[in-house]
C-alpha cells in the first residue's frame, strides 16, 4: 500500500542516531539543547522539546494556565489531542467553526464564541497552511487568552515572511513519522513569551525548579529543588533529538519537495471535474503537509474504498472532533460546526510526503481520474 504520508531517512540520521547511543547521554544530554536551538532557527521562537504533539498541547494548556471553570475555543478541524489534552486539564471546550477555503479555524466564528471565561484559543495550521493569526490575536488579547497554534503540519511554513513559531504566544509540534520531519515520537512548544516557555519547560519536566532564583529556599545546598506546581515527564530524549537535528537540516529540501509534489498535483488535477483542490492565500509559504482535495457530488467513500482497494493510502483528515463519543457524551451535537462537517464530508488526503516518486504520484492521479470521469 502506498501511504499518504511517511517518514524519509537517510544514511546522516541514521549515522546521527547511533553516534548517541555511543556518547555519554541517552536522555537529557547536549543534543536535547542543539535540536531546541535547531528548532528555534526555523520557528523563529525558543523552543522545548516534548515527547510528541499530543504532550507539546498538554504542556502548552499548563502553561496557558487552564483549568475549571475556563473556555477554550479550539477547531474542530483537528487531531482530536487539540481538544482532549485542554478537556483533561478540566477546561470546557467551545468548538469554532472553520474557514471553507483553508479550513482553518474562522475568526468570525470564534468571535461569535468567546466569553469572560475564554482562557485560550487554539487553531491549527491544517495541512500547513497558517491560521490567521492576526486575526485571533485581535480577538484574544482583550480578554487577556492565550493564542495556541497546533503547527503540528506546519514547522517551516511562514506568514507574510514570519514563521509558524511567532504567530501565537504559544506553537506547538509533531515529529510523528508522518509529519514534515520524525523523531519517531516527538513534539516541541515554542513561545515568543519566556515566561509562558518556562512554564511548559518546567510542566515537562516533573514540575522540577532548580534556578536559584526560583526557588523559595535557595540555601539548602547543591542538591536543591522544588515543585511548585504538578508536572509530568515528557522529555524527548538525546537519541532521538540526534535524529531531530539530523532532520530538521533537510527541512528545506523536504519543503522544496513538497511544494513541487503540489503544484505537479494542482496540475495534474485541475481539469478532473467533481473535484476541489487545495488553496493558497497570499503572502503564505506553507511546508505543505498534507493534499486535501475535497471529492464532490457525495462520493468521498467510494473513492476513499476504491482508491484503497487499489493499493492507495488515502486519507480522512478530520473526524471533527465534537463527534467522538467522549464529547457526544457530554451534549456536544452533530451540525455545530457545519463548514466543518460538510469538510469532512468531501476531504480525501492523497500521498505525499518527501520520497514520493513521479511514477507513484502519475498513478495515484490516474487512479482517481478513472474513478472520478467512470
Ligand atoms: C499529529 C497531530 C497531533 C498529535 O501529535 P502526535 O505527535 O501524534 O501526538 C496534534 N495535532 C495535530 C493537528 C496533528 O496533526
Redesign the pocket.
Known amino acids: 500500500m502506498l501511504p499518504y504520508g511517511r517518514q524519509s531517512i537517510d544514511r546522516s540520521d541514521v549515522e546521527a542516531v547511533i553516534a548517541t547511543l555511543g556518547s555519554d547521554w541517552l536522555t537529557t544530554g547536549p543534543r536535547v539543547a542543539q535540536f531546541e536551538k535547531d528548532i528555534e532557527a526555523v520557528a523563529g521562537a525558543p523552543a522545548t522539546t516534548v515527547t510528541?504533539?499530543?504532550?507539546a498541547?498538554h504542556a502548552a494548556y499548563a502553561a496557558a494556565g487552564v483549568g475549571p471553570g475556563d473556555e477554550v475555543v479550539v477547531t474542530p478541524m483537528?487531531?482530536v489531542?487539540?481538544a482532549s489534552s485542554a478537556s483533561l486539564f478540566g477546561a470546557t471546550v467551545v468548538f469554532a467553526d472553520v474557514e471553507d477555503e483553508t479550513a482553518n479555524l474562522d475568526p468570525a466564528a470564534v468571535e461569535a464564541v468567546v466569553t469572560d471565561r475564554t482562557r485560550a484559543i487554539a487553531a491549527?495550521d491544517y495541512a500547513g497552511h497558517p491560521a490567521e493569526y492576526d486575526a485571533l490575536r485581535k480577538i484574544a488579547e482583550p480578554l487577556e487568552a492565550v493564542l495556541i497554534g497546533?503547527a503540528?503540519?506546519a514547522i517551516g511554513s511562514t506568514y507574510h515572511g514570519r514563521p509558524v513559531g511567532t504567530l501565537a504566544d504559544l506553537t506547538t509540534f509533531?515529529?510523528?513519522p508522518t509529519?514534515n520531519l520524525t523523531t519517531a515520537?516527538?513534539?516541541a512548544v515554542a513561545s515568543t513569551s519566556p515566561e509562558l516557555l518556562e512554564r511548559a519547560r518546567t510542566f515537562k519536566n516533573i514540575g522540577m525548579v532548580r534556578d536559584p532564583a526560583r526557588l523559595r529556599r535557595p540555601d539548602e545546598g547543591g542538591w536543591w529543588y522544588e515543585v511548585h506546581g504538578y508536572g509530568l515527564n515528557y522529555r524527548l530524549p538525546d537519541v532521538l533529538c540526534a535524529l531531530g537535528s539530523s532532520q530538521l537540516s533537510r527541512l528545506a529540501q523536504f519543503k522544496a519537495k513538497r511544494q513541487y509534489l503540489t503544484a505537479r498535483y494542482d496540475e495534474l488535477l485541475a481539469d478532473v471535474p467533481g473535484l476541489r483542490l487545495p488553496i493558497q492565500r497570499e503572502g503564505v509559504d506553507p511546508m505543505r503537509h498534507l493534499y486535501p482535495v475535497r471529492i464532490l457530488d457525495g462520493r468521498r467513500r467510494e473513492v476513499y474504498d476504491r482508491l484503497r482497494a487499489a493499493g492507495i493510502g488515502v486519507q480522512v483528515n478530520y473526524i471533527p472532533v465534537y463527534w467522538h463519543p467522549v464529547y457526544e457524551d457530554l451534549g456536544y451535537r452533530r451540525g455545530m460546526c457545519p463548514v466543518a462537517e460538510r469538510f469532512y464530508a468531501e476531504e480525501l488526503s492523497l500521498p505525499l510526503f518527501v520520497d514520493l516518486t513521479d511514477d507513484d504520484q502519475d498513478r495515484v492521479v490516474e487512479e482517481l481520474r478513472t474513478i472520478l470521469i467512470g
Not at 510528541?52 to 504532550?55: I, K
Open positions: 510528541n504533539g499530543t504532550t498541547l483537528t487531531f489531542a487539540t491549527v497546533d503540528a503540519h509533531s515529529f510523528f509529519k515520537e516527538g513534539g
